[in-house]
């Protein structure tokens, strides 16, 4: 299994372009996740899924769009980027049954800088 | 809404323990994660804790306190590798939403 892969790792967009960052897991998760971290900060969710065709908006979605048309995919995109949403940006998923911690794995982050 | 507070940052020596404090507030709490991050890399699960105790894994062990909004997080035997930031997570509402602490960064000295 590769887990959670996310690509790319780095990218460096202009104001006002836009972008999607792919997210990929092979382990058969049916919740999904989008995060942010900016420096010496804890992580914040921007949007989750709890199966396919099924999204949802966290705690800082402006700015953002997803969409889960498969089980294994769960792309982010960005529109009109902007300077504030510099960060790094972590996929993560996990299978949410009914008990069990329901841990989540992370993928390795996409290192997004806009100027 | 959902406030959860750790130390920034605490440093130890090597061979030592620490603990690292998390103390939360936040409606329909479903359980706690702590996770750990080395610099430049994914949050990796480290504990997790639904029940009042200790839960204990190798070196690692974190404890919880519901009705005091409370957790730790015990690090013995520190070896420099674990130098990295601990981050403390509440799992709350219905979809397994985490909700993560700023992170507590720890540096391990010889």
């Known amino acids: 299994n590769a887990g959670v892969t996310q690509t790319p790792k780095f990218r460096i967009l202009k104001i006002g372009q836009s972008m999607t960052l792919q997210c990929t897991q092979d382990m058969n998760h049916n919740y999904m996740y989008w995060y942010r971290q900016d420096p010496g900060m804890g992580l914040k969710l921007i949007y989750y899924?709890?199966?396919?065709?099924?999204?949802d908006k966290g705690e800082v979605p402006n700015g953002y769009n997803v969409s889960r048309s498969t089980t294994e995919d769960f792309p982010l995109r960005l529109e009109l980027a902007a300077p504030s949403q510099t960060s790094v940006y972590f996929c993560?998923?996990?299978?949410?049954?009914?008990?069990?911690?329901?841990?989540?794995?992370f993928g390795p982050g996409t290192r997004l800088t806009v100027l | 809404g959902q406030n959860i507070d750790q130390p920034t940052e605490m440093t130890a020596t090597e061979g030592a323990i620490v603990q690292i404090n998390c103390t939360y507030q936040?409606?329909?709490?479903?359980?706690l994660f702590w996770y750990q991050q080395h610099a430049g890399e994914a949050p990796t699960f480290l504990s997790y804790n639904v029940l009042d105790g200790l839960e204990e894994k190798g070196r690692f062990s974190s404890f919880l306190s519901r009705s005091k909004g409370y957790s730790y997080l015990l690090l013995k035997e520190l070896q420099m590798k674990d130098s990295a930031s601990y981050l403390c997570a509440v799992r709350s509402g219905g979809a397994n939403n985490l909700f993560f602490g700023t992170g507590t960064r720890l540096t391990v000295i010889p």
């Open positions: 936040t409606s329909g709490f479903n359980g």
């Open positions: 993560a998923s996990t299978y949410s049954g009914t008990m069990g911690s329901d841990t989540q794995y």
């Open positions: 899924s709890v199966g396919a065709g099924i999204t």
